[in-house]
């Protein structure tokens, strides 16, 4: 079955995650994906592994959970020849994906309106910190950076324990996500039009879009989101995160209904003879006395024996899971979450994530494993009409690097 993006050939000389995630998700979905990789500042992601084989490879676990389904050629964008090599290859491209600092491809001579003058309809994506023209553009951006900049960090963590940077990268993953749409929505456009696009995604920009929220509460009510820790943005003492016997449990009673659910199911119903009781973010007075009865009670079972008791009666409410039991959970596997792949050049078995979403027909899925470096430079560069005689000679200037042999 045809996939979305079937037919239409990325390059994708972008690094570290935003990037190749972006890549990634469109090769899920059918697209071609040529990653381009630096024979000479080599990305941290192939090397990021306390696993010495692993790492010896070039095949770390960062590495190996954002590029499957991808090619892999090796070419010295300083290098004049490498140059050469790299404008053919953007001829025959659909979508070229970047995420150097504002500025590097063009002083490479490798930038939008120069790639744009050999090929008018390529979408070119460029992936940075703060984006082209602003006024902090040559600031470094990593994950934590845009974390702290953005106000993310203000809204995580409490009073006690200050500003805590969210305990992912989500900043990359949200960046990737929004690059993802961009070229998507482009790739749409230009079938319409027949023009191709500049994208210009900034990690700033895209994670202040899903703030939104916050944003929100000091736009339209002029207060300044303040840290909460597990509260909820109710701020009714229904809901939040309470200890229980033998962990966390995170409980969202956030309506009438489902307060008085709540106090019924937890036997303390007579909470609700005070009348300011289901509206008790309005009366912060009686939040402490509500709050003792509740940490009190849920303290008498299980997290998970919680979790089924106000599920099974209506109340939204989950156990505080680690990344392990999460992996095993039965949902997790249920709907396909994670993919499993062989690694030849390993050897092993892999788990890699999916897209987060299904189709009746032609989804996202992984044929190819992800590739070592330079593993098609010599299978790519024939495709573009060079010989083998130019292919070594290329090798010998540098210009390019050949990938290694799969282990057996």
């Known amino acids: ?64 959970m954002l590029n499957a389904n991808k090619k892999s050629v090796s070419i010295n ?28 491809m063009d002083k490479l001579g490798l930038g939008a309106t120069a790639i744009r003058k050999l090929n008018p309809r390529i979408i070119f994506c460029s992936i ?6 602003s006024p902090i553009e040559h600031y470094p ?28 990268p989500m900043v990359d993953c949200i960046t990737a996500l929004t690059s993802a749409f961009a070229v998507a929505s482009a790739i749409r456009q230009r079938d319409k039009t027949d023009q191709g696009q500049t994208i210009d995604v900034a990690m700033f920009d895209s994670i202040l879009t899903m703030m939104c929220i916050a944003f929100g509460e000091y736009i339209y009510e002029g207060r300044i989101p303040r ?39 937890l036997g303390c119903a007579d909470l609700l003879e005070d009348p300011r009781t289901l509206e008790a973010w309005r009366h912060p007075e009686i939040n402490e006395r509500i709050s003792r009865v509740l940490n009190r009670t849920f303290m008498n079972k299980t997290a998970a024996e919680w979790e ?21 959970h039965p949902n997790t596997k249920a709907r396909n979450v994670f993919l499993d792949m062989d690694v030849s050049y390993l050897g092993q078995k892999i788990k890699i994530p999916n897209c987060g979403f299904k189709f009746d027909h032609g989804g996202p899925s992984a044929e190819s494993e992800p590739p070592s470096m330079g593993a ?14 130019e292919i070594s000679r290329l090798a010998a200037d540098k210009a390019i690097e050949m990938g290694k042999s799969k282990v057996n």
């Open 1 to 64: 079955m045809t996939k979305p993006f079937t037919g239409y050939r990325i390059v994708d000389v972008s690094s570290a995650i935003s990037g190749p995630m972006c890549s990634y998700f469109l090769g899920l979905l059918g697209a071609e994906v040529i990653r381009v990789d630096n024979p000479i500042s080599k990305d941290i992601t192939r090397w990021f592994d306390k696993d010495a084989g692993r790492s010896s490879a070039g095949m770390s676990w960062p590495f190996l």
């Open 77 to 104: 964008l300083k290098n004049k020849d490498g140059k050469e090599v790299f404008r053919k290859l953007v001829t025959s491209a659909d979508v070229l994906i970047e995420n150097f600092r504002p500025g590097v």
């Open 128 to 133: 940075s910190g703060f984006g082209k023209n």
């Open 141 to 168: 951006a990593w994950d934590n950076i845009i974390q702290g900049i953005s106000g993310l960090m203000s809204l995580s963590g409490t009073e006690e324990s200050g500003p805590m940077r969210v305990g992912t």
């Open 227 to 265: 840290l909460n820790g597990n509260k909820p943005i109710t701020k009714t003492p229904f809901a939040g995160c309470f200890q229980t016997k033998d962990g966390q449990l995170v409980v969202a009673a956030n309506t009438q209904k489902q307060t008085e659910l709540l106090t019924r199911i």
């Open 308 to 328: 089924k008791e106000l599920t099974d009666g209506g109340i939204p409410a989950g156990k505080v899971r680690d990344v392990a039991e999460v992996t095993e």
């Open 376 to 389: 098609d430079t010599r299978t790519v560069l024939k495709d573009l009409g060079y010989t083998q005689h």
